[in-house]
């Protein structure tokens, strides 16, 4: 068995120093190298949606459970967060702060919710650190919408999901206003709960992940129709995270995060013709029960690729791991799986950020921001992604 694993690890090392050289100009003492470090943000239980105001080096975070903005000041360099500074949002320390996404109309601006205060607020992050975030716009949410949680500026309109079932009608409600006249909105009705909401960039057709139902809402802004799409129970349950992508990916992708028992390493697709398309992870211990909440583009020149995030939010059978997925070239089936587990197991991760060079996860439970940093390589050319998907390098290693 020792036997083993010292033979398995001269051929990684072996074939690690072999991918370095043939790839890269770099000497041969340099290692390659992909390390996690965790970052301490203010004690509180839910650290929760974070963005990088665009063009900066301020990244945004919400904690919820007291309703503080943390701003986070990264390296201009290496991108490791530096330095914060945090600020109470709304009319107290329950107003719920929860989304944040930055403004593409109204640039260096960003949009904020607060679920308890049933608002929407575009903010001026300020130019420093410490300086003071100033509301430049408010939008209330009107009766019977009751909750914002995440929101998203498409086009000319900011589009919240609302979390909490209206004290009028006891229904939970999607709400859409222009940016520049909100007294021009809509409320769709939903199922229970909209959580992530993404225009599809051939159709223009927004979809919408409903959580508790496990279903997704397809809305049609033109029309006002929209239609339920139901997730198979064969598959997975819990929509949660969705992305809009373009080029080789074109179309919104979506993640099922599972229930008590667990997930099942399914994530999905739709583009232009409509139809939800599965996909599932292969690795037979940390894909299988996998309940990925959230997900990101991972594209490089070197092809399509997705960033999905295990969490163990819903269930301790399924790993916290951030997972990086590529496929096969007719985007049929995933060909390779890179697995970074979180170095705190348990502390139900929650969102993925890649920045230009590094990736950030947010970690709801223990109130920590974890980054992942490569040397000498990059993600996706991880050696073991390789050993997990080649079934020759097995082989070889006896
Ligand atoms: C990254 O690799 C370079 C070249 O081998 C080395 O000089 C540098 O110290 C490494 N950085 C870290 C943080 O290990
Ligand atoms: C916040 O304000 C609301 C409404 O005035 C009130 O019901 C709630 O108790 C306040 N919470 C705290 C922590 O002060
Ligand atoms: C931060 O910005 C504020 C307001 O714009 C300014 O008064 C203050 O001097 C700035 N601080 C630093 C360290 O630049
Ligand atoms: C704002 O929207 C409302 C509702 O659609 C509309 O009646 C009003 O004319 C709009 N105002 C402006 C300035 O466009
Ligand atoms: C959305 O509705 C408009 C107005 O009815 C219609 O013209 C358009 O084709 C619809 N879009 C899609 C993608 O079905
Ligand atoms: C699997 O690994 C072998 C040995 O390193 C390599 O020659 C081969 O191209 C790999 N196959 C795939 C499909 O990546």
Redesign the pocket.
Known sequence: MLYHVFKSLVVALAFGAATASAKNPVSSNALVSRRLTEYLMPVTTETHEFARVPNTNFVLLTQMSDSELIKIELDPTTEEPIAYHSFPMGRNSSSMLHGVWPSSKYPGLMWLSLQADNKLLLVDPGKNLSSVPKIKKTIDIPKPGNGPHCLFEIGNRVWAGLKVASKQTGQYYVFSA?I??S??YTLYQSLKSPVFIKEEPTTGLIYVTQDSDSSIMRINATSGETKQMPIPPSVGNNAVGMISASGPLSGVWFTLAGSATGGTGTFGHIGADGKMKFFSLQHEILGANAGLLHIADASTAAGPALWLLSTSLLSNNSPDALIRVTFDSSLSSVAGEEYISMQTQNAKVHRVLPLDSTVLVSELNTFTLAQLKYNNTVAGRWLPAELASNTTVYTEAG
């Open positions: 222009d520049h006249n007294t021009d």
